[in-house]
């Protein structure tokens, strides 16, 4: 997916008050980088096709209602573009303080008050989610073990990943008592989410 296809992509399915956000976001991200390595500086060229599509295609994987929680948001994916284009409660869980509070920042500046982040790890937050993402948080068997307090029966997690190992997501899958399918990634060829729920 080329900037220009990721682009209409974007305008094609969000009003023009998401988009205008996101651009904001955007220019954000890049101007912030120079501060802290939040992307690499190699994808910025293409933050619309490696970053904010690439966040934008979890939504319709998810419930529209319930509060949606991100782990290792870092800078600001996909959980602060899922907050921008959802008005649903969302929680980002970042431990990096200059991190979260470039997503404070973030939050305020695009005037986005349903965003809650969490500066810490995740195994120290207290919440329930209807949904969980992490893009390529820990293995998934750790981000399960990990985060499983803040789920409920009803929870959908969107793991964004590359490359995947059926056999062993099976096995971490069984450990929770969850089931499992893959979709395709869009915006690139090699990877692919992972979508667990419990059985």
């Known amino acids: 997916m080329t900037e220009e296809e990721a682009l209409a992509w974007t305008t094609e399915r969000f009003d023009e008050t998401v988009v205008e956000r996101l651009r904001t976001f955007a220019a954000m991200v890049i101007a912030e980088n120079e501060r802290q390595n939040l992307i690499s500086p190699a994808s910025i060229p293409a933050i619309w096709s490696r970053h904010i599509v690439d966040s934008l295609q979890l939504l319709p994987l998810a419930p529209d209602k319930g509060t949606w ?22 929680i980002l869980v970042e431990p990096r303080r200059k991190r979260a509070t470039f997503l404070d920042e973030c939050a305020a500046a695009l005037d986005l008050s ?33 985060a499983m307090h803040c789920a409920t029966p009803a929870t959908r997690w969107l793991l964004p990943r590359g490359s995947i190992d059926r056999a062993e997501l099976s096995v971490a899958a069984a450990a929770q008592r969850m089931v499992f399918h893959v979709e395709q990634s869009l915006t690139h060829a090699g990877s692919s989410i992972v979508v667990l729920e419990a059985r």
């Open 69 to 90: 929680m991100d782990i290792g948001t870092g800078g600001g994916f996909p959980g602060m573009v899922v907050a921008i284009a959802r008005a649903a409660p969302i």
């Open 114 to 146: 349903h965003v809650r982040v969490e500066t810490s790890k995740v195994e120290r937050v207290e919440a329930s989610a209807a949904v969980i993402s992490a893009r390529a948080v820990a293995s998934v068997e750790n981000l399960l073990r990990a």
